[in-house]
């Protein structure tokens, strides 16, 4: 499982949403076992909004509402985008960024999640477990 943090309104997610880079990386592994799963935190993010912005950016996978902030808090997801990679027994194998470039500067970056999914398929630990995510904040019902 991949569970992508989100948030319509944050520009690091319009940038990602507007190069693809999820819509790809989840197509790239559509004929797998693999399922990507959006959640928006976002207190003032209401469905229709997500449901608005999945549209536009022709997602394939549904984006969840956590408008209490309740699995992003059990997550520790702290900003959007923040991705989790998850094997089949439920354990946390990838945490952090989705790549190395956090200013879209980077002609070749090096896509954390999409290695760490390819591993963890192939019954191996990602090259790396955790990288620190960039984008904005998360924002949670009462912060």
Same mark, same amino acid.
């Given at each position: ?6 948030? =319509?309104?944050? =520009?690091?997610?319009?940038?990602? *949403? *507007? #190069? ?6 989840? $197509? ?6 693999v399922v990507?799963? #959006?959640i ?5 993010v209401?469905?229709?909004d997500?449901? @608005?912005a999945? +549209? /536009? $950016?022709?997602?394939?996978? =549904?984006?969840? !509402?956590?408008p209490?902030? *309740?699995?992003? &808090? !059990?997550?520790? @997801? &702290? *900003?959007t ?7 089949? +027994? ?5 945490s952090? $960024?989705?790549?190395?470039? =956090?200013?879209? !500067?980077? @002609? ?8 760490a999914?390819r /591993?963890?398929? @192939?019954? !191996? $630990?990602?090259p790396?477990?955790?990288t +620190?995510?960039?984008?904005c904040?998360?924002?949670y +019902?009462? #912060?």
């Open positions: 499982v991949v569970l992508e943090w989100t948030n =319509p309104t944050c =520009p690091y997610v319009v940038r990602h *949403t *507007t #190069a693809g880079t999820m819509r790809t990386l989840d $197509a790239a592994f559509a004929d797998t076992d990507w799963l #959006a928006d935190s976002t207190r003032t209401v469905p229709a997500s449901a @608005a999945r +549209e /536009a $950016a022709q997602l394939a996978y =549904p984006v969840l !509402q956590d209490h902030g *309740t699995v992003g &808090r !059990q997550y520790g @997801a &702290r *900003t985008p923040h991705m989790f990679v998850i094997d089949r +027994e439920g354990k946390v194998r990838y952090g $960024a989705i790549d190395d470039d =956090p200013r879209g !500067q980077n @002609a070749t970056p090096i896509n954390h999640v999409d290695r999914v /591993a963890v398929l @192939a019954g !191996q $630990a990602p790396v477990s955790s +620190e995510p960039y984008g904040s998360v924002k +019902e009462g #912060a």
